[in-house]
């Protein structure tokens, strides 16, 4: 059951339960136990602790595993040494527990979860389950943290193939990363643009540096959604464009501007700002979203019509070539740009 107090506070009541694992990584067989069998099927000792609610002896403490002084003492501990094989997501919230308290794995503990690691004990959980930890992992305040963390133990290796390459400085990358999303999300107060998933935005930094098809093999086996793809596949593409015109700056006309940033997911263009590591980035970046991204062409494809041109793909040039030369302040008003389309209909030479 659960209970919501006043406020939204929540509290989950269940019976005691025991669990048994038919093979390591399946989810357990459950049914009714002891509290001492309840507690030991917990993560870790500091999840291991109850108090006696029922009026009879009411307020008794119950701490078999010495979970009290684990958590006094900032230590991560699992309550026996099967646990990481019984179920190895374990690992990634260990290291998630580690990094979100400023806790430490105990020796022992951390030498059981990279035993488990080298047996490959993750590649027997669903993908399903996997992809739920990683999407904890990066919504983690510290995520960057507990990016390199997971590295270190060889967890990303492990999960997305020998060959994937955890990027150099990752945590600076991170932090670079959220101080980019803090930007947009500052603009979105005062302007309406689309909201950003900042787990995705943390996604596309753990991944951008490999291959493309490692990439999209990656974020398709882990389930991570339709949007996470689409970016994945964004970044590939317009890496190489988007950080030439922020390293190039002001020298960057708002046409290229336009079209190198138009397409974008707000997860894809935050990645890039991230990684460009200039501020011109930042400078290019509002200029596109406050001043082109709102703007309204001068003529439309009944316009052109009218002036006599048939539809097709000329149609859709003249009216890329009239709305860039708009972008870049060469025709100012709507006289401008219909002279404009008589003289580009004229070389398309697509008039009837």
């Known amino acids: 059951a ?18 048994g694992y ?3 990584g399946a989810l357990p067989t459950v049914e009714p136990g002891s509290l001492e069998k309840d507690l030991y099927r917990r993560d870790f000792t500091i999840n291991a602790m109850a108090i006696r609610l029922g009026p009879q002896g009411y307020g008794r403490f119950v701490d078999t595993y010495e979970g009290r ?20 997501t374990r690992i990634l919230r260990a290291v998630r527990f580690e990094t979100r308290y400023g806790f430490q794995i105990e020796e022992e503990t951390y030498q059981l979860l990279t ?27 510290r995520g960057g943290a507990a990016v ?4 270190e133990a060889g967890v990303w290796q492990n999960l997305f193939g020998a060959d994937f390459q955890l990027p150099q400085e990752v945590e600076e990358l991170f932090q670079r990363g959220d101080e980019a999303i803090g930007w947009y999300e500052g603009l979105n107060k005062d302007i309406k643009l689309l909201e950003v998933e900042p787990w995705i935005v943390r996604w596309l930094l753990l991944i951008g540096e490999n291959p493309h098809e490692t990439v999209e093999r990656i974020t398709t086996e882990y389930h991570l959604g339709r949007i996470a793809l689409r970016c994945a596949t964004e970044l590939m593409e317009y890496t190489s464009p988007v950080i030439f015109c922020f390293q ?32 011109d980035a930042y400078r290019l970046a509002e200029r596109f979203l406050l001043d082109l991204r709102p703007m309204d062409m001068l003529v439309s494809g009944s316009d052109l019509k009218e002036l006599g041109m048939r539809e097709g793909p000329s ?13 870049d302040g060469v025709i100012v008003s709507r006289e401008e740009a219909l002279a404009k389309a008589r003289q580009l209909i004229e070389r398309a030479g697509s008039a009837l």
């Open 315 to 327: 149609m859709g040039w003249v009216l890329d070539q009239l709305f860039d030369a708009q972008l």
């Open 148 to 151: 390199s963390r997971l590295h």
């Open 248 to 279: 190039t700056g002001d020298q960057t006309n708002n046409s290229t501007l336009y079209r190198v940033l138009g397409g974008l997911d707000p997860e894809t263009m935050i990645c890039l700002i991230a990684r460009s590591k200039t501020e």
């Open 22 to 24: 038919v093979k390591p």
């Open 115 to 141: 035993d488990a690691v080298r047996q490959d004990m993750l590649q027997e959980v669903s993908r399903q389950r996997l992809r739920e930890e990683i999407v904890a992992v990066l919504k983690e305040e």
């Open 2 to 19: 659960l209970v919501v107090l006043p406020g939204g506070f929540k509290i989950d009541v269940t019976t005691a339960r025991e669990e």
């Open 69 to 88: 002084r684990d958590l006094k003492e900032g230590r991560i501990r699992v309550l026996h040494d099967g646990s990481f094989r019984d179920d190895p």
